[in-house]
Nanobody, 126 residues
Framework: QVQLVESGGGVVQAGGSLRLSCAAS????????MGWFRQDPGKEREFVAA????????FYGDSVKGRFTISRDNAKNTVYLQMNSLKPEDTAAYYC???????????????????WGQGTQVTVSS
């Protein structure tokens, strides 16, 4: 089992940048594929980005491609989401998620992930 804690959210002007972090507990972080999702109240949870257990494969949602970068540091048990050129429509609660397994398959649906953090709010003002 793994516990996840996100940080780094906040309020930023359109065009600005933020970096989210997700710290995982436990010694087997490199056994997990990681993902970032976001959700606005009343809307479905949206896939943002995912990274394989080794960091060798990454994948992005269409709305963030070219602006966001996912990365991980297995030595620090942490996954990151660098968000650049932020837009008001990026405003949401951002969640990191973990899926057990050393696979190169990338999963983009929330139901594929068993473990979730509590979320961190990102607000982009126009």
């Amino acid at each position: 089992q793994v516990q996840l804690v996100e940080s780094g959210g906040g309020v930023v002007q359109a065009g600005g940048s933020l970096r989210l972090s997700c710290a995982a507990s436990g010694r087997t972080f490199d056994n997990y594929a990681m993902g970032w999702f976001r959700q606005d109240p009343g809307k479905e949870r949206e896939f943002v980005a995912a990274i394989s257990w080794s960091g060798g494969r990454v994948f992005y949602g269409d709305s963030v491609k070219g602006r966001f970068t996912i990365s991980r540091d297995n030595a620090k048990n942490t996954v990151y989401l660098q968000m650049n050129s932020l837009k008001p429509e990026d405003t949401a609660a951002y969640y990191c998620a973990a899926r057990s397994g050393r696979t190169t398959v990338i999963f983009t649906t929330p139901t594929a992930y068993a473990y979730w953090g509590q979320g961190t709010q990102v607000t982009v003002s126009s």
